[in-house]
T-cell receptor, first 117, second 110 residues
Framework: GAVVSQHPSRVICKSGTSVKIECRSL??????MFWYRQFPKQSLMLMAT?????????EQGVEKDKFLINHASLTLSTLTVTSAHPEDSSFYIC?????????????FGPGTRLTVL | DAKTTQPPSMDCAEGRAANLPCNHS???????VYWYRQIHSQGPQYIIH???NNETNEMASLIITEDRKSSTLILPHATLRDTAVYYC???????????FGDGTTLTVKP
């Protein structure tokens, strides 16, 4: 299957700082990527859909000014958590959509563990 | 996307087949059934998907009932490394947008 990477894998930051997480599709182009958040012992929650060259679409309840998404190229989407607070500590997972033979397949990155002190 | 219902947990003996059920009674005609699994602290891994017919790949088999209201993921010879949370998702292929339920925690025991 196709490969999606995330960087960094782990990040610890102080409260009030901003953190950027990168999501890359390594061997395919992805016009659409997704960002999920997962708290301990919970399922993945979709935060937003990232579309190359246009604004991201956020799910209900997700603050777009706090979670800035940029999808500037066909292989890279970034999620910036602005003014991070301890309650933003979570496991952030991206996925990229690969289209082939009329079928779309979703491949996930390994996740980024964010800890806000 | 249609909602799915899965048992919260299941155990399986190593080397035996693991059969994981999923109910999706409100599935639409153009929605596929996808299965992913998530091993602790990793991103979800694609396992298999299907529309109407049963499917098999190197990892698993997917059995979809004729009315498409339920399906079963079969891991033919479970190993300890198959211990994970298994998610059944139904979605329209073209959107790619997956909504995750609570999944089934499969524990494979020696």
């Amino acid at each position: 299957g196709a490969v999606v990477s995330q960087h960094p894998s782990r990040v610890i930051c102080k409260s009030g700082t901003s953190v950027k997480i990168e999501c890359r599709s390594l061997d395919f182009q992805a016009t659409t990527m997704f960002w999920y958040r997962q708290f301990p012992k919970q399922s993945l929650m979709l935060m937003a859909t990232s579309n190359e060259g246009s604004k991201a679409t956020y799910e209900q309840g997700v603050e777009k000014d706090k979670f800035l998404i940029n999808h500037a190229s066909l292989t890279l989407s970034t999620l910036t958590v602005t003014s991070a607070h301890p309650e933003d500590s979570s496991f952030y997972i991206c996925s990229a959509l690969q289209t082939s033979e009329g079928h779309n397949e979703q491949f996930f990155g390994p996740g980024t563990r964010l800890t806000v002190l | 996307d249609a909602k799915t219902t899965q048992p919260p947990s299941m155990d399986c003996a190593e080397g035996r087949a693991a059969n994981l059920p999923c109910n999706h009674s409100t599935i639409s005609g153009n929605e596929y059934v996808y299965w992913y699994r998530q091993i602790h602290s990793q991103g979800p891994q694609y396992i298999i998907h299907g529309l109407k017919n049963n499917e098999t790949n190197e990892m698993a088999s997917l059995i979809i009932t004729e009315d498409r209201k339920s399906s079963t993921l079969i891991l033919p010879h479970a190993t300890l490394r198959d211990t994970a949370v298994y998610y059944c998702i139904v979605r329209v292929s073209i959107t790619g947008k997956s909504t995750f339920g609570d999944g089934t925690t499969l524990t494979v025991k020696p």
